[in-house]
């Protein structure tokens, strides 16, 4: 991040352009994007990252958790028929449930940041004064001179005084209040997309390989959505393939066990 020079600094290099952002630079910064080569923004590359992370994650679910019903069914019986329902189900049911979690979460927070929003509308109308006094010390507290403090709470109020404050008080941007009914259906549509997989594995190949087949290409689903949200956070990728992979084949040796267990006990 690039942050102005202290107040001593300007008063000996005001004379120089160098140290003044370009008007580029203050465009970008006002659109929110970049404002210096190869750095990642909050809400810029990084939200994206974000974004992509959840959609990874999403669809490791339902690699997972349809794996785990079609291979436990094929562990009781080699008819397509149950094996291709009990996938479309847990398919349907894992998506509205996850949608519906999302739902949920995502609306909460968009009602507080609401409620949040309604508060400092009021506290603005009813004690102007005190508000940019708050606004002061919190740039104050952010290193400015009590002087500098001053001038940008107070210009900043001039400009905008609700946005000022939800900026440096409450770190939120109106126009980007998190969507609850978008949230829900990528997390739905991630989902369904990693649940396709078991699903078409475990139905197009002979029943002789139907078992076989689905381990392997879950494994290595697996793998690459291990090695994608590693890299996307920024953890160890090769611990993380090798957690997902193990933990995955356990999973699905026992379900495909208990399927077969309980398939055959109660036929
Ligand atoms: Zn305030």
Do not use: C
């Not at 996850?98 to 949040?116: H, I, K, N, P, T």
């Not at 603005?124 to 006094?133: C, D, G, N, Q, R």
């Not at 997902?244 to 495909?256: H, N």
């Amino acid at each position: 991040m690039m942050l102005a020079p202290s107040v001593q600094e300007w008063g000996t290099s005001m004379s120089t352009d160098d140290d003044m952002p370009s008007a580029d630079q203050v465009e970008a910064a006002e659109a929110g994007r970049p404002t210096h080569p190869q750095e990642p923004h909050a809400g810029g590359i990084a939200g994206r990252l974000n974004w992509l992370r959840a959609a990874v994650l999403g669809a490791n679910d339902g690699i997972v958790s349809v794996a785990g019903i079609v291979i436990g069914v094929a562990g009781a019986t080699t008819a397509r028929g149950p094996i291709f329902t009990a996938g479309l189900a847990g398919l349907v049911g894992g998506a509205v449930s996850m949608a519906l979690g999302e739902y949920v979460s995502v609306s909460s927070q968009r009602d507080s940041e609401r409620a949040q929003i309604t508060q400092e509308k009021r506290e603005l109308a009813e004690s102007p004064e005190a508000e940019l006094a708050e606004l002061t010390a919190l740039y104050e507290a952010k290193g400015l001179s009590a002087g500098t403090a001053r001038t940008v709470a107070a210009e900043l109020t001039a400009r905008g005084p609700l946005a000022a404050h939800l900026d440096a008080e409450l770190h939120i941007d109106p126009a980007d209040l998190a969507n609850p009914v978008q949230a829900a259906s990528a997390s739905a549509l991630s989902f369904v997309s990693g649940a396709l997989l078991p699903m078409l594995a475990i139905l197009l190949p002979p029943a002789t390989l139907r078992v076989p087949v689905t381990f392997v290409a879950v494994l290595v689903a697996l793998a690459l959505t291990g090695a994608l949200s590693a890299r996307l956070g920024g953890s160890n990728v090769r611990r993380a393939v090798v957690r997902v992979v193990v933990g995955g084949a356990l999973g699905l040796a026992f379900t495909y066990g208990v399927g077969h267990l309980f398939g055959t006990a109660i036929h």
